[in-house]
């Protein structure tokens, strides 16, 4: 069966709109656990210090280090995420942190979420690839700053032909 022109547009706007969504998915995660490493606040709270404790009990090089760049990522990455800023860049290094979290963390539990185990992490890496890959969808900050900028340079494009 072929589309007709207007049922592809209408599939197209849909996806583009529905990359809104999975940046939610991804990004309202991220933040939460980004503010509990870095502020040690909410639900996942164990701020900077505490989880610098918990990657040198794993045996990263450098925890401290580790725990700001993981912290922030997270905090700053959920709330581009969320906008819809730089989401190839930011969905990029989420998808390897959850990656990391993934083998170096959940492995060893198994499977159910429940349990501490990869299904979490693993669902978040998997997102973040998929963004890295699409790009931010149509309703985000990123998309209108490059349609202003794309019409900005039309219009001064059109004034320098009427000459």
């Given at each position: 069966m072929v589309e007709s022109a207007p049922q592809r547009r209408s599939s197209e706007t849909?996806?583009?709109?529905?990359?809104?969504?999975?940046?939610?998915?991804?990004?309202?995660p991220m933040l939460v656990g980004g503010v509990g490493k870095v502020f040690a606040v909410g639900p996942k709270a164990m701020g900077i210090s505490g989880f610098a404790g918990f990657l040198g009990g794993l045996g990263v090089p450098l925890p401290a280090v580790a725990a700001w760049g993981v912290g922030l990522l997270e905090l700053l990455g959920g709330v581009l995420l969320v906008a819809g800023l730089a989401v190839r860049i930011t969905s990029a290094l989420v998808a390897i942190d959850m990656l990391v979290a993934t083998v170096l963390v959940h492995?060893?539990?198994?499977?159910p979420a429940a349990g501490s185990g990869i299904e979490l992490t693993l669902t978040l890496a998997l997102i973040a690839v998929a963004l890295a890959l699409s790009g931010p969808g149509a309703l985000s900050v990123e998309r209108a700053l490059f349609e202003q900028a794309g019409r900005s340079r039309e219009s001064s494009q059109a004034g320098t032909t009427d000459r």
């Open positions: 849909a996806t583009q709109w529905s990359l809104a969504f999975v940046r939610l998915a991804l990004g309202i492995l060893p539990n198994g499977y």
